[in-house]
T-cell receptor, first 115, second 118 residues
Framework: DAEITQSPRHKITETGRQVTLACHQTWNHNNMFWYRQDLGHGLRLIHYSYGVQDTNKGEVSDGYSVSRSNTEDLPLTLESAASSQTSVYFC??????????????FGPGTRLTVL | AQTVTQSQPEMSVQEAETVTLSCTYDTSESDYYLFWYKQPPSRQMILVIRQEAYKQQNATENRFSVNFQKAAKSFSLKISDSQLGDAAMYFCAYRSGDTLAGSYQLTFGKGTKLSVIP
C-alpha cells in the first residue's frame, strides 16, 4: 500500500546543531508539505513543493530549508536548531487535481526537542 | 491571507449523544475547499470530511456531517451517536480553489479537543 513515512519519529538535539528530518512518500504525489504543530497554534506551514526542483516558503519558514531532488522525498533541514523549534513536525503529500484526489495525506509526525 | 478560527478549545459529549464543533473562516475567494481533520492521541492526522464551496449540499460521511454556511463563512462539524473512539483533537482547514495558481496548501485552525464521556 502507498504510504508516507517520516524519520526519525523522535529526535533530541542541541542548540546550534544542524538537523534534517526525512519525509518519504510512495503515492507518487506531486505536492509535498511540511507543517509544525505547537500547542495553541494548530498546524502551520513551513515549506512546500509542487514538483521536483520546486520549493516555496510557508508561513513560518525562517530557520528551515527544503530541497526536492525527486518525487518521493522532501527533507526538512534546520540550519542551526533553536529552542523555539522544539515542536512536532508533520509531512504531507497530495495529488495535483481539482477533485477529492487532491486530499492531503499526513505522515506520523516527528517530535523534535532542541535543548 | 485566509484565516481559520475555532472558537472552542475544548468540548465534551456524552457517549451516544450529538456534538457540534464550530469553525469560521475569512476569505475573499469564491472557490475553495474546507476540511475537518481528526487527530487522536496517536498523533496521526486523519481526514474526516471535505466540502467544496461550490456545492450547496452539505457533505456527510456516516456519523459525521457538516453545516456549511457560505455567506456566513461558517463550517461546523456535527458528530452523531458519539463513540469513545471519537475523542481527539479536531482541526478545521481551508484550501484555496485556485489550483491553476498552485494553491494546494492548507490553513488550519487551532483545534478543538473533544472528550467523550462514557
Amino acid at each position: 500500500d502507498a504510504e508516507i513515512t517520516q524519520s526519525p519519529r523522535h529526535k533530541i538535539t542541541e542548540t546550534g546543531r544542524q538537523v534534517t528530518l526525512a519525509c518519504h512518500q510512495t503515492w507518487n504525489h506531486n505536492n509535498m508539505f511540511w507543517y509544525r504543530q505547537d500547542l495553541g497554534h494548530g498546524l502551520r506551514l513551513i515549506h512546500y513543493s509542487y514538483g521536483v526542483q520546486d520549493t516555496n516558503k510557508g508561513e513560518v519558514s525562517d530557520g528551515y530549508s527544503v530541497s526536492r531532488s525527486n518525487t518521493e522525498d522532501l527533507p526538512l533541514t534546520l540550519e542551526s536548531a533553536a529552542s523555539s523549534q522544539t515542536s512536532v513536525y508533520f509531512c504531507a503529500s497530495s495529488e495535483s487535481s481539482g477533485d477529492s484526489t487532491d486530499t492531503q495525506y499526513f505522515g506520523p509526525g516527528t517530535r523534535l526537542t532542541v535543548l | 491571507a485566509q484565516t481559520v478560527t475555532q472558537s472552542q478549545p475544548e468540548m465534551s459529549v456524552q457517549e451516544a449523544e450529538t456534538v457540534t464543533l464550530s469553525c469560521t473562516y475569512d476569505t475573499s475567494e469564491s472557490d475553495y475547499y474546507l476540511f475537518w481533520y481528526k487527530q487522536p492521541p496517536s498523533r496521526q492526522m486523519i481526514l474526516v470530511i471535505r466540502q467544496e464551496a461550490y456545492k450547496q449540499q452539505n457533505a456527510t460521511e456516516n456519523r459525521f456531517s457538516v453545516n456549511f454556511q457560505k455567506a456566513a463563512k461558517s463550517f461546523s462539524l456535527k458528530i452523531s451517536d458519539s463513540q469513545l473512539g471519537d475523542a481527539a483533537m479536531y482541526f478545521c482547514a481551508y484550501r484555496s480553489g485556485d489550483t491553476l495558481a498552485g494553491s494546494y496548501q492548507l490553513t488550519f485552525g487551532k483545534g478543538t479537543k473533544l472528550s467523550v464521556i462514557p
